[in-house]
Structures are given as structure tokens and as C-alpha cells.
């Protein structure tokens, strides 16, 4: 057996459970946050639904779920709009966390924060970077694929 046949044979099975395992984890993670969340859990279910059974009876519903939330996302061109800005919002967000400006000290239920914003620095503007990209791609994406351009309205003089 080859090196290249071996190493297919092993992320067929090992690797493609691991990166379904990591991003199912991390899409959960991203759910609640700006950008790709479903998206990336999608992707780690469907991973892991070449090796579990529970995974193949997730998968399903999830795809349908987030074909859903994308139809609705691009259905107007508000959304599209809001959709967008929240991308802007997370490049500026990254450039306020890479700048790291000194913040007040304050502290909620006994946690203490300041005067440095919380992980501050390059890595957690590097990763906004990242999810407004991501987040402008699955909406040029889902733009394309779903927005239903509006009808024209036929007015008769009848």
C-alpha cells in the first residue's frame, strides 16, 4: 500500500471524523455569534454522518434549517443590507480589538474587566476578519442563489 493511498484511506475515516468533530464544536460555538455558525456545524454534521447514525438523522433537519434561515436572510433587500453592515460591524470590531485601546476598569458579577479590552490584540481581530468575510461570501452566496427579484407591477389603463 502507498503513502498517498494510506493517508486517503486514513482521513476517509480518522481525519474526517476529527475536522467533523472541530467544527461541529466550533459551529456550535459560532451559532449565537455574527457569521457562519450554522454553516460550519452543517458541514461538521455532515462529517460525521459518513460514521454515526445520529449524525445522519441531524443532518437532515439542519440542512433544511439553515437553507430556511439563508431564504429569509436574502428575502428582502433590507436584510440583505443589515446582513451586510453586520459585517462592517465586525471588521470595525476587529480593528478596535487590534488597536486595544485602554478601556474603563469595571467589574459584572465580580469579574473585573479593564483597563485592556478582554483577548485583545491580533488573533481576535484576525478571527472578526475572518467571520465578516466568511459572513459576505454566504451572503453574496445566498444572494445569488435565493433573493427573488421583485416583480414589476403592470398597471393597466383599462
Known amino acids: 500500500m502507498n503513502v498517498g493511498l494510506a493517508l486517503k484511506s486514513w482521513f476517509r475515516r480518522t481525519g474526517s471524523e476529527i475536522l467533523g468533530w472541530i467544527l461541529t464544536i466550533a459551529g456550535i460555538i459560532l451559532i449565537p455569534a455574527p457569521g457562519p455558525g450554522t454553516l460550519v456545524l ?71 474587566f479593564g483597563p485592556e479590552l478582554p483577548a485583545h490584540g491580533w488573533g481576535t481581530a484576525i478571527g472578526l476578519w475572518t467571520s465578516a468575510i466568511a459572513a459576505w461570501g454566504l451572503l453574496a452566496y445566498s444572494v445569488v442563489r435565493w433573493h427573488e427579484p421583485r416583480k414589476a407591477k403592470t398597471h393597466s389603463n383599462a
Request: aromatic fraction near 12%.
Open 42 to 112: 452543517v458541514a461538521g454534521i455532515s462529517l460525521l454522518s459518513r460514521n454515526y447514525v445520529w449524525a445522519q438523522k441531524l443532518l437532515g433537519p439542519l440542512e433544511r434549517k439553515a437553507v430556511e434561515a439563508a431564504k429569509f436572510g436574502v428575502a428582502t433587500w433590507p436584510r440583505i443590507t443589515v446582513s451586510f453592515l453586520g459585517g462592517v460591524w465586525l471588521v470595525a470590531l476587529g480593528v478596535v480589538w487590534w488597536l486595544s485601546p485602554e478601556i474603563p476598569e469595571f467589574s459584572i458579577l465580580s469579574v473585573g
